[in-house]
């Protein structure tokens, strides 16, 4: 069992569609990140949360960490072809450490 | 270009070989991380060096060793290998010591018959 699970594993939309991503825990993590990694890369950081209940926007894309720090969410409005990649969430697990362990992935397509 | 530069890009070798995959972290990067992706486990955390020290082990195997050497460039060995050792190897660098922001590189694909 993986310590970050990602829901839904896939997921495949037409462009200008909204979505959310959802990266669950039952641990409580000190920070969570997001990744986007698209086909023959490696993953690029998107956005670090911090803050229970924080709410960050970048650009079309909306972050939020959970309040008990637990979970966060990635949220998508209007979708576009770009948009198509592998979103990855990540934190530092155990607390303390220099480990950062990813989720297990939502593949996200955007057709036109 | 995240300025991380993994070589070779692609591996093609047989069962029971040693291979060895090399990165070279952005300029002034202290940290290198290395991770193993496949299909069915996803990115999995491998090890982690600062500065030439081993700061974090994941489940890395025994079979598998690293280091980071006094030009910060690091290498990932991969011994006896097996079928199930086929997937992408990424290396990633980070300028301090935590895991703040990661660079990676764009992998070595490593195919084991």
């Known amino acids: 069992t993986q310590l970050l699970e990602q829901s839904p594993q896939f997921l495949s939309i037409q462009e200008g569609e909204n979505l959310t991503v959802y990266c669950n825990s039952s641990s409580v993590f000190s920070s969570l990140q997001w990744y986007r990694q698209e086909p023959g890369e490696g993953p690029v950081l998107l956005v670090t949360v911090v803050t229970g209940g924080e709410v960050k926007k970048l650009k079309r894309l909306t ?39 990813f989720g297990t992935g939502t593949r996200l397509q955007v057709f036109p | 270009d995240s300025g991380v530069t993994q070589t070779p890009k692609h591996l093609i070798t047989a069962t029971g070989q040693r291979v060895t995959l090399r990165c070279s972290p952005r300029s002034g990067d202290l ?18 060096y600062y500065n030439g020290e081993e700061r974090a082990k994941g489940n890395i195997l025994e079979r598998f060793s690293a280091q980071q050497f006094p030009d910060l460039h690091s290498e990932l ?18 300028a301090s010591r935590d895991t703040e922001k990661l660079f990676f590189g764009s992998g070595t694909q490593l195919s084991v018959l």
């Open chain 1, 63 to 101: 972050f939020q960490f959970g309040d008990a720090r637990k979970d966060s969410s990635l949220h998508i409005t209007a979708a576009q072809p770009g948009d198509t990649g592998l979103y990855l969430c990540a934190g530092v697990w155990p607390l303390g450490t220099d480990k950062l362990i």
């Open chain 2, 31 to 48: 940290s290198v991380y290395w991770y193993q992706q496949s299909l069915d486990q996803g990115l999995q955390f491998l090890i982690h």
């Open chain 2, 77 to 94: 060995n991969l011994s006896s290998l097996e079928l199930g050792d086929s997937a992408l190897y990424f290396c990633a660098s980070s």
